[in-house]
Nanobody, 123 residues
């Protein structure tokens, strides 16, 4: 069992930066991902990182602006978000994937989820 708790969301202006954190407890050794869900839209993939941190993948909409990282010693996963845009406004979720999957952009491939943290970017 894995418990995930996100933090770091808030209200910022366009062009600002924000860092989200995800604290994991329970079993370790999983790939991790960040997803987001805007009001009235489906949950969408943002980024994922392997257990070792050696590989990362991003959605095209955030590539070059967002960076996912992890500190396994602290059981933490981060999402550094720079140059934020109003369209980044959403609830951001941290998720853990227990099995390897080539379909890492699909929410159904993830086994554990946090409660989400709201990010609002004003124009």
């Amino acid at each position: 069992q894995v418990q995930l708790v996100e933090s770091g969301g808030g209200l910022v202006q366009a062009g600002d930066s924000l860092r989200l954190s995800c604290a994991a407890s329970g079993r370790a050794g999983y790939a991790m991902g960040w997803f987001r869900q805007a009001r009235g839209k489906e949950r969408e993939f943002v980024a994922t990182i392997t257990w070792s941190g050696g590989s990362t993948y991003y959605a095209a909409s955030v590539k070059g602006r967002f960076t996912i990282s992890r500190d396994n010693a602290k059981n933490m996963v981060y999402l550094q978000m720079n140059s934020l845009k109003p369209e980044d406004t959403a609830v951001y979720y941290c998720a853990a994937r227990t099995q390897y999957s080539a379909y890492y952009t699909r929410p159904t491939e993830y086994d554990y989820w946090g409660q989400g943290t709201q990010v609002t970017v004003s124009s």
